[in-house]
């Protein structure tokens, strides 16, 4: 049981204010438990806190304040609090950050009590104004659910005198609901299914493991559409069996609906879900609920590892490369790393789930730190795709086009069959380059060392780096030539305008995320394409994850050869893992699929190892490579990037921070750079990066902390650490 403090006792509370210590404060009337969620007063201020321990003592008795309240949620566990103290010395995070993560639930803290709801009532207004029509427009797309006044409020953009006046019409209807209530209760036996052999020796491990109460990490890697996810799904039954709580993480919020279907199908009902797309109120009851045990399964994006869960004893990682599990802004950490983290403390299992792991992950089976577990064949009667290089050299293609003569002719094959074809480039927007025919000045972002993509569709330019736009201008910005700005290089929008041209009578569907308004919208033309609403995809990164399309049985590559320029180490492990996914979305169901890879360098070992399917192969290459060059995951690495409006500032302290390195050479790890970060200027500020590179099982956060502590950061000048680096 947690520590308990009377009234009156010193009390050290963390907050959420960005100040280097705990402050004492006296427990209020009634006192307070370790852990418990509390408002104190900072200078004028009232700010959320959380009990951390005792009390220091150092400041003088008499001086010290109370507590304003102890907030009506679940006490902080011990396990978390652990949790957040070992997230944030790994990440090197100041612990008010770490608490920030934790506490991303809005009214926090209110007492539960009834609210206010609206939904679509019977009733005709008698004057229908645009405000009202909009308003009754957001509740019908709601189907019968509720939102309450400042969701439809905000939603519709009314005031909420809008909403009033309707509901006294009788045309919204007005009710009080309880805040928070318990999710419906999962039932561990409802739909399993039966599985195959190999699924089913699968699913015995993890279930045992599940059983076990104890910590470990299994890797289950199987190819696509093995059905991992009705082998983890076991484990998660198990997990409920044993009275314990579930999270399963996924890449992308576009997933999650196709997942929740699944769910419901195997438990009988809906788990909670955590991500950027849930509603204010449903945020505030899930974190409730999962404080509470009301929710027993939560499916979520990477922030759910920060819920405070009663009893957490499962987490899947489902894709776990996918590299959009490393946070790049703020709080910098990959939730792979976490979830295992977490799971260590709280005595829980991890599944690590994927078709092309991590080399990190598996690396650590190969070490026996965690158990791997192999799914090589499809479910059923689906067999994998046949996958094959298309040598551009041999193409016959006038400029401006992508998709060659024996591409095409694969997807006139497959729709004349009733069959979808799916044409792959990792490529927002219409196009990469907008050049000057007159003066060959490149249109360039502003602020960033990027260049401006044109999205045709948004009619305008765009960074994809800060996010600024501009119209796309008529005359060149350089020379002032009239009608000369061309655009250089394929995006999916102008690849969708070249498939529309070809394939003039099929129904073709584009999936790229800033196509999309909401997630919602992007769930459901998701949904739509399974139900073979489309029969070209025309699709980003967005496509290669997850999604099971049955219809799906041809998957063309436009540009192969994309990720494997430029000179990140990591580019082989990425364009291997990328294909292989993509391909992945062919033959899903019972006929059978094909890849076509354009590319023009089919000798390339990356792509040969891409087509022979010689995984393990592929992956002992790889790694003796990077154990050859001290790399992760067989050494240990860490970014800075520092920077600043001015240059010179940028430059002259990241020379001071590598000469001064003592504290790093100290425990053996090496300084590399100042250079040019990847991308050398964003959002107008100049960024430099060094590299870090220490032996693997060197303590390198605590040498880190003291190097980096060592410099002042005058002005304008700002540094970010970043533990295991995406890019390298
Ligand atoms: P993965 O996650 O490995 O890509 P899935 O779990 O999505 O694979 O399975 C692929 C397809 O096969 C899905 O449509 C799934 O419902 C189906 N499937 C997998 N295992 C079974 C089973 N044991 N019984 C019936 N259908 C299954
Ligand atoms: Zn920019």
């Known amino acids: 049981m947690d520590a308990f403090y009377d009234q009156g006792t010193l009390v050290a509370v963390l907050t959420t204010q960005p100040l280097d210590r705990l402050l004492d404060y006296r427990a209020p009337e009634g006192g307070c438990f370790q852990g418990a969620f509390v408002e104190v007063p900072l200078g004028p201020r009232k700010v959320l806190g959380v009990v951390w321990g005792p009390g220091k003592g150092d400041f003088d008795y008499a001086k010290v304040r109370s507590v304003i309240r102890v907030l009506d949620a679940v006490p902080m566990r011990d396990e978390l609090r652990s949790f957040l103290e070992r ?374 330019l765009v960074c994809h780096q800060c996010g600024e736009t501009i119209p796309k201008p008529e005359t060149c910005p350089s020379c002032g030539a009239e009608d000369k700005l061309a655009a250089v290089g394929p995006g999916v929008e102008r690849l969708a305008e070249e498939a529309a041209a070809l394939f003039p009578e099929a129904r073709l569907a584009v999936l790229s995320s800033d196509l999309f308004g909401s997630a919602r919208a992007l769930k459901e033309e998701i949904v739509r394409i399974a139900e073979g609403g489309a029969d070209i995809v025309i699709g980003t990164q967005l496509v290669a994850k997850g999604h099971n399309f049955p219809l799906l049985t041809l998957v063309g590559v436009i540009d192969a050869d994309l990720g494997l320029q430029g000179s990140d180490l990591r580019a082989a492990e990425r364009t291997f893992q990328l294909m292989r996914q993509v391909a992945g979305r062919a033959g899903r169901a019972e006929k059978p699929g094909v890849a076509l890879l354009q590319t023009y360098q089919p000798e390339h070992p990356v792509i040969r190892a891409i087509l022979s399917g010689d995984e393990e192969g592929f992956w002992k290459a790889e790694a003796e490579e990077r154990r050859a060059a001290g790399m992760p995951p067989y050494g240990r690495l860490a970014g800075v990037i520092l920077s600043s409006t001015d240059v010179q500032e940028v430059f002259d302290l990241g020379n001071a921070m590598a000469r001064q390195d003592a504290a790093l050479r100290r425990v053996g790890a090496q300084v590399y750079g100042p250079a040019p970060a990847p991308i050398a200027r964003v959002r107008g500020r100049h960024r430099v990066r060094l590299l870090v590179k220490a032996p693997k099982g060197v303590a390198l956060q605590p040498a880190l902390a003291e190097w980096a502590g060592q410099f002042r950061l005058k002005g304008e000048l700002r540094m970010a650490i970043d533990i295991d680096p995406q890019n390298f």
């Not at 890697?221 to 991992?228: D, E, I, L, P, R």
């Not at 069959?417 to 792959?424: C, H, V």
């Open 87 to 460: 997230a944030g010395d790994y990440t090197l995070t100041p612990m008010p950050a770490m608490l920030r993560l934790a506490t991303r639930a809005p009214g926090l803290g209110e007492a539960p009590s009834m609210r206010r709801i609206y939904r679509l009532g019977e009733g005709e207004p008698s004057r229908l104004t645009d405000a009202r029509r909009r308003v009754l427009d957001v509740l019908r797309d709601m189907g019968g659910l509720a939102l309450t006044q400042g969701e439809l409020a905000e939603a519709a953009g009314v005031t909420p005198s809008v909403i009033k006046g309707l509901a006294k019409t009788g045309a919204v209807r007005e009710e009080d609901a309880p805040r928070d209530t318990p999710f419906p209760r999962l039932d561990a036996d409802y739909g399993g299914k039966d599985l195959a052999e190999d699924q089913a020796k699968a699913a015995e491990v993890l279930r045992a493991g599940a059983a076990s109460g104890r910590y470990g990490t299994v890797l289950l890697k199987g190819v696509t559409g093995s059905g991992k996810t009705e082998v983890y799904l076991e484990a998660v039954a198990e997990a409920l069996r044993q009275g314990r709580q579930a999270l399963v993480l996924l890449p992308e919020i576009a997933l999650t609906a196709e997942f929740l279907t699944r769910v419901e199908a195997r438990f009988g009902a809906k788990p909670a879900e955590w991500h950027s797309g849930v509603t204010v109120t449903e945020r505030r009851r899930v974190w409730k609920q999962v404080a509470q045990g009301g929710a027993q399964l939560v499916v979520g994006a990477r922030s759910s590892l920060f819920l405070p869960f009663r009893d957490l004893g499962l987490i899947v990682v489902d894709e776990e490369h996918d590299t959009s599990y490393k946070q790049d802004e703020g709080v910098l950490y990959n939730a792979r790393d976490m979830a295992v983290l977490r799971a260590s403390i709280c005595s829980a299992q991890v599944v690590l789930a994927s078709a092309t792991p991590s080399l990190e992950s598996w690396a650590n089976a190969d070490a026996g730190k965690y158990t791997r577990l192999d799914l090589t064949s499809r479910f059923g009667a689906a067999v994998l795709p046949e996958m094959r290089s298309l040598d551009m050299r041999g193409e016959d293609l006038p400029s401006n086009r992508w998709v060659s003569p024996t591409l095409q002719a694969a997807v006139r094959a497959r729709i004349a069959k009733g069959e979808q074809a799916m044409l792959f480039l990792n490529r927002r927007g219409y196009a990469p380059v907008t050049i000057c025919r007159a003066c060959g000045h490149q249109i360039g972002c502003p602020h960033c060392d990027a260049r401006m993509v044109e999205h045709r569709f948004l009619q305008r």
